[in-house]
């Protein structure tokens, strides 16, 4: 194969803060049977990659990875299953890995991760869809026919997605959070915002449903949560948060937890992106065309994109961290469109 045959990544070089990041020339080894090789234009990097780094992410328990779980890019070459896919040479694609390693110029994978990016969709917005979008949208899934569902920070990008895709399914939301997520408004009656920092919300959505939600989508592992959901009901784990400096070991004994919880009242679902990505590939890929679609159509809006050139990977980091409000950060690489900072 001809074209290039290195590339940058942003590696993790020890767990710590911002400066843990080193970007490292890596040789790209050409891509094999139906392989593809993608030029990353976008990234995105979130809460989970900022874990990554500090140590704390179960996937990753040691340095030396590359961060990054989605991305947007350019197909450079393609293969019968890309071109079965109506995935050719010069498509603009987005895809979610099942492992990390999107933080770099060059990414060799089956085209069976990849979907094409709509038109009207600029680079830096579609950056912020696929692993969030999925995350909500397969959350939502397993909550199941529930017509009220409880959203635990329904003003993060997770959680704003999925408070969209619920209000398109018809349901009624339950958030803890003190301002509606984008698309609501105060005052919206298909919304009740209820103040998580008073120890006795569950109780309030208790009274509030005469007797808890039906369902219940969660990042952050707290027992709280069950107490706000109906016997009979779902608590969906997206994540567990974990205590600072015990975050891998928390999230090792909340998903034994949840697993364990998985026939109890209410029972539990852990919602697992990157092994549902890698198990269930076409419904992946039909789940991320359509979210990129609604996207596309303003039917479903992400978080703002915070544009960093990935020559400024350690400004990013720090920004992620932060956790900009509306906001999800996204790395451009070299050559890229709007290759600079936005702030």
């Not at 959070?177 to 109780?203: E, H, K, S």
Request: hydrophobic share 45%.
């Amino acid at each position: 194969m001809g074209g290039p045959t290195e590339r940058a990544a942003a590696r993790v070089v020890r767990f710590g803060d911002a400066s843990a990041i080193g970007i490292a020339r890596q040789r790209v080894r050409p891509p094999r049977g139906n392989e593809v090789l993608v030029r990353v234009t976008h990234a995105a990097l979130g809460a989970t990659d900022v874990l990554a780094r500090r140590g704390g992410y179960v996937l990753q328990p040691v340095p030396g990875f590359v961060p990054g779980y989605d991305f947007v890019g350019v197909l450079e070459t393609e293969s019968a299953v890309s071109v079965a896919l109506g995935l050719r040479t010069g498509a603009r694609v987005a895809g979610v890995l099942p492992r990390m390693g999107a933080h770099a110029t060059l990414l060799v994978l089956p085209p069976t991760y990849l979907v094409a990016v709509p038109d009207a969709l600029s680079s830096e917005a579609a950056a912020t869809v696929p692993l969030n979008g999925v995350t909500a949208a397969l959350a939502v899934r397993y909550a199941g026919p529930a017509p009220r569902i409880l959203i635990q920070g329904i003003t993060g990008a997770v959680g704003a997605l999925a408070a969209q895709l619920a209000l398109s399914d018809g349901r009624t939301l339950f958030g803890t959070g003190t301002t509606p997520p984008p698309g609501l408004a105060d005052g919206d009656p298909r919304l009740t915002l209820v103040d998580y920092r008073d120890p006795g919300w569950p109780a309030e959505v208790r009274e509030r449903t005469g007797g808890g939600v039906e369902a219940a989508i969660d990042h952050t592992g707290s027992p709280l949560v069950r107490e706000a959901v109906a016997p009979d009901g779902v608590v969906v784990r997206t994540a567990f948060a974990g205590r600072s400096g015990h975050e891998r070991g928390d999230a090792v004994r909340g998903t034994a937890a949840a697993v364990a919880r998985s026939r109890a009242h209410p029972r539990e679902v852990v919602c697992s992106v990157p092994f549902w990505v890698l198990r269930k590939r076409v419904e992946y890929r039909r789940m991320l065309a359509g979210l990129l679609g609604d996207a596309a159509e303003g039917r479903l809006r992400a978080f703002a994109p915070e544009v960093y050139p990935f020559s400024a990977v350690w400004d990013a980091h720090r920004s992620a961290e932060a956790r900009s409000a509306g906001r999800t950060v996204v790395l451009a690489m070299p050559g890229a469109n709007g290759d600079a900072p936005h702030r």
